[in-house]
């Protein structure tokens, strides 16, 4: 990561008791800043977040600034380890596939995501590169989670921009 990029918010040392609702903060803190209103967090196996992300594409100028594998780059360099498979990413839309790649090598043991999204998704829908034989890890996968609070948050986001 290059230095242009301002620290992440420190991890909370304790479980939130609703791990969707801090993504969808995060994802609504990315809309804020004009990113498409994606947003994620990583927590360890106890349920402490190691990470609270949000879309950083414009912000950073970098098209692989997604808020999953910005959670991911986090909580990695802070186990200092590429791999998290104790870990679950909640994010609020489904991933791409670029994302859902990530995952896939970070080998995460979970994935729970809220709105479904037809045209980029990676995971429910497009490449569905987890039921690929050529994926090598496969996390548990659990979506439509805060599904309608998701959606909304997308829509008003687009169609601010209309």
């Not at 990315?30 to 414009?58: F, K, Q, S």
């Not at 979970?110 to 990676?122: E, N, S």
């Amino acid at each position: 990561m290059s230095s242009k990029h301002p620290p992440h918010p420190p991890a909370a040392p304790e479980a939130p008791s609703d791990p969707m609702a801090v993504a969808l903060g995060a994802a609504a803190q990315g809309a804020a800043a004009g990113e498409v209103p994606v947003g994620a967090v990583l927590l360890d196996a106890a349920g402490r977040i190691l990470a609270v992300t949000h879309n950083r594409v414009e912000i950073d100028c970098d098209p692989t600034a997604h808020a999953e594998i910005l959670a991911i780059r986090t909580a990695s360099a802070m186990r200092q380890t590429p791999r998290l498979p104790d870990c679950t990413l909640f994010v609020t839309l489904e991933p791409c596939a670029m994302c859902a790649q990530a995952i896939a090598f970070a080998r995460l043991r979970r994935l729970v995501f809220g709105a479904y999204d037809p045209k980029g998704g990676g995971v429910e829908h497009g490449a569905r590169l987890f039921g690929q034989p050529t994926c090598h890890h496969q996390p548990e996968v659990i979506g439509g989670v805060r599904e309608q609070e998701s959606s909304v948050l997308l829509r008003v986001f687009f169609q601010s921009k209309r």
